[in-house]
């Protein structure tokens, strides 16, 4: 909006009419005693006389959200932190003066009120205003009451004003909020403890994925933003904290779309004697109390489509996926030539040299994914793609590794943790082999933390869960940028 519009300037006329009578319109000392939720819950119920006999008063405060203008009397709509609760100004009892002065105000103002309860003849619980005070006068009008604020863009850009205008944009985020506060819980009651890890690394590692890079000035050091926090949590292990958790901000330089955003939330966590069956265990234990919590059982609609969460969630190996949701031909998981042709046949990119496992991958994703509509746990993924991961026991070309699909997405990834030094290190130099000309600065081996599993990593198991995905599901949230508060978006022009 033009900041010369007339609504605007009209505003401003209006900020310096109320100066120049000597009025603070940002004052800082009204105070509040209750809240709209309050009022509702405590009083929602009272038959009408009960309510006519109280004597007390309420303070609240809020933004007029409507106002309907009757003369000699309005009603407003204020709202506030717990909701909208309705307001009665009469003329004969604030006084003309109060009253005229309240003729001045806007929808979108921040106003103090203190009053009685009473229920209107529409049966509507009201406070009947006996005093009142403007807190904040604003400059500019809030979108049109019956249009709201339906530009995608303008509301993740402005994310301010879709809090204000679109009531269930804030419950979204209120449910994000039950849910990390779930996620604590959890955990703590499991007898894990939180930590913090740096964001900041010299080394990026954790994860196979593009990192942002930048330079500290007084070190002349080149570092990278984390993209994930997995090789210093497992220093912590090492150190003799067995069982931990992480709430963190992760960065990968890659692309956005509706399930990517540059900057995304994740847990992870580590339990030391456990193996990668009770990760998967414990994420049905935790998914299942949290989707209980929120609708009250176990299934809930995402997108159109019924979820079904009852446990125990389907396990099916990463080729038996192949075989079942692909269909593909059983040759293409033994001889990587036929994997690369299917690949090929799909329109698949891949780089010349890419090993077999990682081919199978990007038929996973091609063909298998989108079948996932149901909590799914693949198990048994090729060591290949699987740097950090335990070999299994029985076959040393898979590895006790699970990735939990829903909807068609990944939400979780665990498995039970490489703790062979010798093991690791081949495997670091494998991924780097690899790379070949494309390895840059930051892919080399981090010394560090191979010498801290010289020193003796206790038989781990681990998991990352995506935050932000996992808050999509729980809130019926198409994308991303729905559960973000400020997703990252191109500079406006």
């Known amino acids: 909006m033009d ?178 506060q779930k996620i604590r819980d959890f955990f703590t009651k499991r007898d894990f403890i939180e930590v913090e890890t740096p964001m900041l690394h010299p080394i990026p590692g954790g994860a196979t994925a593009k990192p942002f890079k930048t330079h500290h000035n007084a070190l002349d050091m080149e570092l990278y933003m984390r993209v994930a926090p997995e090789l210093f949590l497992k220093r912590l292990v090492i150190g003799g904290l067995e069982r931990i958790f992480e709430i963190n901000r992760c960065f990968r330089n ?68 192949l075989l079942e949701y692909g269909r593909v031909d059983p040759t293409v998981l033994r001889e990587p030539s036929k994997a690369v042709e299917l690949a090929e046949n799909l329109s698949l990119e891949l780089k010349k040299g890419t090993p077999h496992g990682r081919v199978l991958a990007e038929l996973f994703k091609e063909m298998v994914e989108p079948h996932l509509l149901q909590p799914t746990f693949v198990i048994l993924y090729p060591t290949e793609i699987s740097p950090l991961s335990r070999r299994n026991g029985e076959d040393p070309e898979v590895v006790d590794r699970f990735e939990l699909f829903i909807a068609g997405r990944e939400i979780a990834n665990g498995f039970s943790e490489l703790n062979d030094p010798l093991d690791q290190r081949e495997r670091f130099v494998q991924q780097l082999k690899e790379k070949g000309e494309e390895a840059d600065a930051s892919l080399i081996l981090d010394e560090d933390f191979l010498r801290s599993i010289e020193f003796g990593m206790p038989p781990t198991a681990g998991e990352g869960i995506g935050i932000d995905r996992l808050v999509m599901l729980l809130t019926d949230a198409p994308s991303i940028r729905e559960v973000i508060f400020f997703p990252l978006l191109r500079m406006e022009k």
């Not at 506030?80 to 979108?108: H, M, P, S, W």
């Not at 009473?118 to 249009?147: D, I, M, S």
């Not at 414990?282 to 995402?302: A, H, N, P, Q």
Request: hydrophobic share 35%; proline share 4%; charged share 30%.
């Open 254 to 321: 890659e692309g956005v779309s509706t399930q990517h955003n540059p900057e995304f939330t994740m847990l992870e966590f580590y339990q030391s004697y456990a193996t990668y069956e009770e990760m998967m265990k414990m994420t049905e234990e935790l998914f299942c109390s949290m989707v209980k919590e929120i609708y009250g059982g176990l299934r809930f609609t995402y997108q159109g489509k019924e979820l079904d969460f009852t446990p125990p969630w389907k396990r099916i190996p990463f080729k038996e996926s």
């Open 3 to 180: 900041d010369t519009s007339d609504l605007i300037q009209q505003r401003i006329r209006k900020l310096g009419a109320l100066r120049e009578k000597g009025i603070d319109p940002y004052p800082n000392d009204f105070l509040v005693t209750h809240t709209s939720k309050d009022l509702h819950e405590t009083f929602g119920s009272l038959p009408d006389e009960e309510l006519k006999s109280m004597g007390e008063t309420f303070s609240l405060a809020g933004r007029i959200m409507g106002i309907r203008d009757f003369g000699k009397a309005s009603f407003i709509h204020l709202q506030d932190r717990k909701g909208r609760i309705q307001a009665y100004l009469q003329r004969d009892i604030v006084g003309n003066e109060a009253f005229q002065f309240f003729k001045a105000f806007d929808i979108g103002d921040i106003i103090g009120i203190e009053g009685k309860i009473f229920r209107t003849k529409t049966r509507e619980l009201t406070l009947q205003v006996q005093n009142f005070r403007l807190l904040v006068k604003t400059l500019r009008p809030l979108p049109e009451k019956w249009h709201g604020l339906t530009d995608i863009e303008a509301r993740y850009r402005q994310r301010y004003l879709d809090l204000i205008v679109n009531p269930k944009v804030k419950e979204i985020f209120l449910t994000r909020i039950k849910v990390i």
